[in-house]
């Protein structure tokens, strides 16, 4: 079992940048595969990145692909979204995932999650 916790979350100015992070407060991160989701207000949660456990495959949504990048660093325990060229549509509680399994684009593969961090891109 692991235990999430997103931080870095905070308002930006559109063409900004800012990384989030996700870190476990119980549990070791290397034992999963890992992904960002994100809520925009009045929309479904959606896929945003993932990475396996061994960080050699990555996976993007369409929408971010080019600007985001995620990443992992095992030995520290934590997993990074690093957001750049933010616009206002990035606008979304973004939440770490967790999957035991192989990890995908499908939220339904993930096991644990976290409460999420709120980023606003103003324009």
């Known amino acids: 079992q692991v235990q999430l916790v997103e931080s870095g979350g905070r308002s930006v100015q559109a063409g900004g940048s800012l990384t989030l992070s996700c870190t476990a407060s119980?549990?070791?991160?290397?034992?999963?595969?890992m992904g960002w989701f994100r809520r925009a207000p009045g929309k479904a949660r959606e896929f945003v990145a993932a990475?396996?456990?061994?960080?050699?495959?990555?996976h993007y949504a369409d929408s971010v692909k080019g600007r985001f990048t995620i990443s992992r660093d095992n030995a520290k325990n934590v997993v990074i979204l690093q957001m750049r060229s933010l616009k206002s549509e990035d606008t979304a509680e973004y939440y770490c995932?967790?999957?035991?399994?192989?990890?995908?684009?499908?939220?339904?593969?993930?096991?644990?999650w976290g409460r999420g961090t709120q980023v606003t891109v103003s324009s």
């Open positions: 995932a967790a999957s035991m399994e192989y990890g995908s684009s499908d939220e339904g593969g993930f096991d644990y």
């Open positions: 119980e549990g070791t991160l290397s034992n999963y595969a």
């Open positions: 990475i396996k456990r061994d960080g050699a495959m990555l």
